[in-house]
């Protein structure tokens, strides 16, 4: 006849011990608690760092990162948005993030809340708008930083080549009316991608 639990030797023995060995838990909330260098814990937006390029929505699995790009602003802006209360904690907004400072995962572990706006984390950067058509090009700090990427060779790119002559001030800004007309000056300016193909061949 099998004994009860609370009468078999091994469960006893394990009651013993657990009764005079000490609390393997910690003492939290008395005391804060501070986890491993290595724990994941709510990704942090680093404003300085972010260039506003949207990489880290684009591989978020479950898409807590939202893009906003606000054209009728003044000036025009792009809004990120992280809605927490979705996010799955797998870093790969960190691990894909273009300039590497964008985004990080801190070691915040307890992030409870009750208001709908603790749990998320906005960051918003000046939008350029292109030249030639008025469409979204990119987040200004998105084109500064590629400019000081490439270095020399982004004079090779009219885009970035114009955008870095209007922050040193020699070349004059201004967003053209929108037409549908392109012609060859158009090519020596802030463009989209499609605009750029067809002043290529108005050339």
Known sequence: MKLPAFMQPRILKQAVQATFSPAFTTRFPAEP?????????????????????????????????????????????????QHLDACIVCGQCERYCPTQDGIHMSREWDFAGFAPEDFEERVEKELVMCEVCGEVLAPADQLRWLAERLGPMSFANPTLSMFAGQRLGYVEQGVQNPSETVLRADRMAIQCPKCKRKTARAA
């Open 33 to 81: 608690f501070e986890p491993q260098e290595s724990f994941r814990g709510r990704p942090r937006f680093n404003a300085d760092g972010c260039v506003g390029c949207g990489a880290c929505a684009e591989v978020c699995p479950p898409k807590c990162i939202e893009v906003i790009d606000d054209a009728q602003a003044s000036p025009p802006r792009r809004i990120l948005v």
